[in-house]
Every structure is written in structure tokens, then in C-alpha cells.
T-cell receptor, first 110, second 114 residues
Framework: EDKVVQSPLSLVVHEGDTVTLNCSYE??????LLWYKQEKKAPTFLFML????IEKKSGRLSSILDKKELSSILNITATQTGDSAIYLC??????????FGAGTQVVVTP | KAGVTQTPRYLIKTRGQQVTLSCSPI?????VSWYQQTPGQGLQFLFE???????NKGNFPGRFSGRQFSNSRSEMNVSTLELGDSALYLC?????????????FGSGTQLSVL
């Protein structure tokens, strides 16, 4: 069965800190890995990483895919209170299902 | 372009009742997926519909069912509600089906079963 594991489950940081979130996966026939941010209810798309695009960057957020280690990290630099959210990692496998991890709850304090 | 719309936003039901949730995808999107989210469990896949056909199904009991209409709108039904069905139900749409698609989520329906 496909598995996606995120760590840590939660963390609290101060504004300005750098945060690193981890996602490891075991899926049959990996296709791509996605990161979402969930602030209230609706998860919003951040990045998609595939074999042909293993690093993505947008402003203070960046993500890298390590296909050898079957993992990905999401970095947030110079954190702001608006970065407080649940960050979800999800993986497309060959069964046509997008498998999600449990998420990492990030709290940024002023 | 309007986003994914889910109705109702909140529902309170009692055990044994049934419930129907609705999802209108982004205009032009033909795939609709449903997920259940409970604290600490992440998003659990329920099913996906594409062009009115169920393409994939997760590991949920038969009490959970869905359908898709010709205009791509989808409904999800849960019969004989149990306390454990209390959750946020999220709907997501994409332009087509298959891997490497970005899913766009609605704000969900928060279901409480008493």
C-alpha cells in the first residue's frame, strides 16, 4: 500500500526563523510529488515536483525532491505569521490516486 | 474564474441519518475527487469521478457513495451515519484525470455527527 509520511507533525517557530519540513514516500511507480498549504479549509497548491523538475522555488518557499532517498523537503525562509498553516505533502502513484501525508502544523509566533 | 464550490459549508446530523454533499468544480474541469480529513489523519481519498464514471475508489465502506452529472457537478452521499464520520469533506477538481494533475480544492463541508 502506498505511504506518505511527513515530519515533524507540528512545530512552533519565531518570525524570521527558517523552517524545514520533510516528506518521505513509498509508492508504486512514483509520478510526482505535490505540496499544499492549508490555512483554514481549502488546501492551496504550492509546488509540483517530478523526475524532470526536482527543485522549485517561489519567493521564500522552496522545495527539493530526492528520488534516491524517496523524499522531499519544503523550506520556508524568513518566516512570517502568515506562514502559519498545515503543510500537506501528496504523491501521485500508478494507481491514479493522490496519496496525502498527515500534514505538518506550523505555527509562527510574532 | 470561480473556484471549486462546496455546499453546504456545515452540517449537523445524528447517527443513523444520511447526508448528501455537493461539489461544483471549476468551469471546464471534468474530474472531481472527494477526500475525508480528520485531525491527525491527513486527507483520505474517497473516490474520483471523470466524465460521470467512477475512476478510482478508496478504502471506505459502501455507505459512502458518489455520482457525477453531465455538467461535472458531483454529489457524495453517506448513509447510516456513524460518529466516526464526523470530518471535513473536501472536494477537488482537475481538468482531466490521471497522475501529475494539480488538484484544486473547495473549502469543504464540515460534518458533525451527534
Amino acid at each position: 500500500e502506498d505511504k506518505v509520511v511527513q515530519s515533524p507533525l507540528s512545530l512552533v517557530v519565531h518570525e524570521g526563523d527558517t523552517v524545514t519540513l520533510n516528506c518521505s514516500y513509498e509508492v508504486t511507480n512514483f509520478r510526482s510529488l505535490l505540496w499544499y498549504k492549508q490555512e483554514k479549509k481549502a488546501p492551496t497548491f504550492l509546488f509540483m515536483l517530478t523526475s524532470s523538475g526536482i527543485e522549485k522555488k517561489s519567493g521564500r518557499l522552496s522545495s527539493i525532491l530526492d528520488k534516491k532517498e524517496l523524499s522531499s523537503i519544503l523550506n520556508i525562509t524568513a518566516t512570517q505569521t502568515g506562514d502559519s498553516a498545515i503543510y500537506l505533502c501528496a504523491v501521485w502513484g500508478s494507481w491514479g490516486k493522490l496519496q496525502f501525508g498527515a500534514g505538518t502544523q506550523v505555527v509562527v509566533t510574532p | 474564474k470561480a473556484g471549486v464550490t462546496q455546499t453546504p459549508r456545515y452540517l449537523i446530523k445524528t447517527r443513523g441519518q444520511q447526508v448528501t454533499l455537493s461539489c461544483s468544480p471549476i468551469s471546464g474541469h471534468r474530474s472531481v475527487s472527494w477526500y475525508q480529513q480528520t485531525p491527525g489523519q491527513g486527507l483520505q481519498f474517497l473516490f474520483e469521478y471523470f466524465s460521470e464514471t467512477q475512476r478510482n475508489k478508496g478504502n471506505f465502506p459502501g455507505r459512502f457513495s458518489g455520482r457525477q452529472f453531465s455538467n461535472s457537478r458531483s454529489e457524495m452521499n453517506v448513509s447510516t451515519l456513524e460518529l466516526g464520520d464526523s470530518a471535513l469533506y473536501l472536494c477537488a477538481s482537475s481538468s482531466t484525470t490521471g497522475a501529475n494533475e494539480k488538484l484544486f480544492f473547495g473549502s469543504g463541508t464540515q460534518l458533525s455527527v451527534l
